[in-house]
């Protein structure tokens, strides 16, 4: 079975500030991973995902994200967060032996002036 | 390129009553998707389908059909509505499975009453 966990409902950071989304992943092997951002009264928008190679993965708007594999985590990152950086943020998981992902519930991020 | 539409936007509907689901994408993409989305639950599977004439179930199809007679259409058929099928729904596409990110639609936003 593959599962997801995004442990916080809600993040608040300041603008300017760094941010940090949670996830943690459970899959039986090897997974591929997805972030997806969804902003309010719109579909889900694909920011990034890692499937092989370097743990650290650039996606858009200034995001990345590290695979760490002996936490079975991928954490969201941006070095300075925006105002308009403020949506819902879902993480994604699929084990290759799998068709179909598994979210999270979402995160939905908040950056204050 | 318009990507993957969805109509209605918004519908209300009255108990027992059925309606279809439109979703149109104009990628070319062999792999649709079904989500229903309801707060703090994350996305849900409702059906997919990996190619034209080729569906399967998700994680939540009772109360649901779909068919998929090219490659650029797939309808969701809710049958005998009832209050519990109250929720936003999501289209999706992509070009194949695991390692490849999903395009959203708009979203239908239906409610049953």
Redesign the interface.
């Known amino acids: 079975a593959q599962s997801v966990a995004q442990p916080e ?1 809600q993040v608040n950071v300041a603008e300017g500030n760094p941010l940090t989304v949670k996830c943690t992943y459970s899959v039986s092997g090897n997974p ?1 991973l ?1 972030w ?1 951002v969804q902003y309010p ?6 920011l990034l ?1 890692y ?1 092989t190679g370097d743990n650290l993965v650039k996606g858009s708007y200034g995001f990345e994200a590290e695979f760490n594999k002996s936490q079975t985590s991928f954490h969201l990152k941006k070095p300075s967060a925006l105002v308009s950086d403020s949506a819902l943020y ?1 993480c994604a998981v ?1 084990d ?1 032996g ?4 598994t ?4 995160t939905m991020l908040l950056v204050s002036p | 390129n318009a990507g993957v539409t969805q109509t209605p936007k918004f519908r209300i509907l009255k108990i027992g009553q059925s309606m279809t689901l439109q979703c149109t994408q104009d990628m070319n993409h062999n792999y649709m998707y079904w989500y229903r989305q309801d707060p703090g639950m994350g996305l849900k599977l409702i059906y997919y389908s990996v190619g034209a004439g080729i569906t399967d179930k998700g994680e939540v199809p009772n109360g649901y059909n779909v068919s998929r007679s090219t490659t650029e259409d797939f309808p969701l058929r809710l049958e005998l509505a009832a209050p519990s099928q109250t929720s936003v729904y999501f289209c999706a596409s992509s070009a194949g499975t695991s390692a490849f990110e999903q395009y959203f639609g708009p979203g239908t936003r239906l409610t049953v009453t």
Do not use: A
Request: charged letters at 15%; aromatic letters at 30%; zero cysteines.
């Open positions: 409902d591929y997805f997806y009264n719109r579909g889900l928008q694909f995902k499937i879902f699929i290759p799998y068709s179909t992902l979210f999270g519930k979402g």
